[in-house]
RNA sequence: GGCCCCAUGGUCAAGAGGUUAAGACACCGCCCUUUCACGGCGGUAACAGGAGUUCGAAUCUCCUUGGGGUCACCA
């Protein structure tokens, strides 16, 4: 059975780039029928952040990533945030020494400090070789502060494999002997990942590549203990640009970021598993059970990707085209109220416009700016070069125009479309040209949601009368 | 700087010794058309550089260059 995990710290938002290494452990998970565990990685008590866990909760379950065990939904292999998990750590740190493949020490940051600023390329074992494990012992009974190191040993060389990079070695003297436990009784990452992937049985170990030389070193803790070692793989980040990781920090979108903005959370998925991975045949667009059946390591791409959010945009509006128009409705109201269009104008008349014109929701209200900014539209629209028509023309068909409209009952499109072609022939002026004056006169904008009728059924009979004779006016 | 990893168009990416080097986004053009968009058709654009290996290299090896990661009582 595939175990996977996600194993984020709750020190700040959730971006992009954790939501994808999220992702994809549970697409790896599902796609062998496995399951995906949640475990919250908070034994940082001073980065912590309050209420963060809650929106790695929510962004889970809002990107449609299920996960089988975690802390708010429990499991066999609980406690899963790791504060909760202080004396499996604590119990296991100390058996770990027993084995001799770590050891206590007592040095103080002074002298850590002095060490480093001596030019010491790492920490040089001083309390393995000076501190007996008796006195390590009776110092610990007598309340001395003390961290638990790993010891790496002084020569050879670790390799494993990692399911996308293939072998990693790494000689061990450019291994430091790393905090396993620190003398607040928490574990570091070091310590506490290993110890609980193997307790959460995780078989298969995703992450950043930020772990792949360092994995080396967990995997002696494994060994250490007996344990069988997970595989791996190691995932590239993704980039704001060819130097910048993509992050929080530096102002770049966070999921819900992206999802205030207006795209669909189902789009944002599709696109980050497409950041990183391609499937084996040419598709772009997948639904998350698609991404699940196509997901393989095979396709996990080795170098790092940029964001580009064009094309998440591009993917976004394929999926807003498909939705049901209540669907549509829901999403696109918001934006309405907020613009200040109700009971002036039918939202559903709106949407049926809209939605095949609109990549984000939040394009909503740049389309709809002509329903304000009217008044002063520049006259110099009137002018289409290939229709051959401009102001003094537009002067002498909207009076025509207007009277002719007066007369029709119906403003529905259909039947304005019908009966203003017929009106073309009449005046003897091409149709386009009819439309073309008619919709700037209606709208004063160079590209509207739609085509004059459309304007002017929107509009309603009234309210397109007095647009176009104020237009004329203008004139 | 040491160590590890990576390198195909502007971007995402197929490609695993023999291909006219796919496809998508973006961009440009044409068509469709009551504007725009959608849709359809087409176009510009890439194997970082240099040595090898081989009959033959985007694919294998080495070097250079560029980029990323890592060297915390952070994860």
Known sequence: MVRTRFAPSPTGYMHIGNLRTALYAYLFAKANNGKFILRIEDTDTERTVEGVIDIIYKTLKQAGIEYDEGPDIGGDYGPYIQSQ???????YAHKLVETGAAYYCFCS????????????????????RNVSLEQARSKIAAGEPYVVRQNIPEQGVSSYTDL?????????????DNILLKSDGMPTY??????????????????GVEYLTSTNKYNLIYD??????????????????SAR???????DASFEDFIAKGYLSEAI??????????????????SMRELIEAFSIEGISKSPSIFDEPKMRWLNSLYIKEMPPQAFAKKSKPYYDALGLESKFDYETLDKLLQSRVEIMSDIPEKLKFLDEFDNFDLGLFENKKL????????????????????????????????????????????SALFWIMRIALTGAQVTPGGATEMAALFGKERALERLQAAYKRL
């Open 164 to 176: 996308v990079f293939g072998e990693i070695s790494v000689d061990y003297k450019d291994l430091e």
């Open 245 to 251: 990781k993509l992050s929080k920090r530096t102002g």
């Open 109 to 128: 940051k002074e002298r850590l400090a002095q060490l480093q600023e001596s030019g010491a390329p790492k920490y040089d074992k001083y309390c393995l």
């Open 269 to 286: 998925v599709n696109y980050i598993a497409l950041l990183g991975w391609s499937p084996k045949d040419n598709r772009e667009k997948l």
């Open 388 to 431: 051959k028509t401009d102001k003094m023309i537009a002067k002498e068909v909207l009076p025509k125009l207007i009277e002719r409209l007066k007369r029709i009952e119906n403003f529905d499109n259909n039947s304005l479309f019908e009966n203003l072609k017929e009106f073309s022939a009449e005046i003897n002026l091409k149709s």
């Open 85 to 91: 998990r202080k004396d499996i750590y604590n119990h």
């Open 224 to 241: 250490a203990f007996g344990w069988e070692r997970p595989n791996y793989i190691h995932l590239q980040p993704i980039m704001k640009d």
């Open 190 to 207: 070091n310590f506490a990942n290993v110890i609980d992937d193997h307790l959460m049985r995780i078989n298969y170990v995703i992450r």
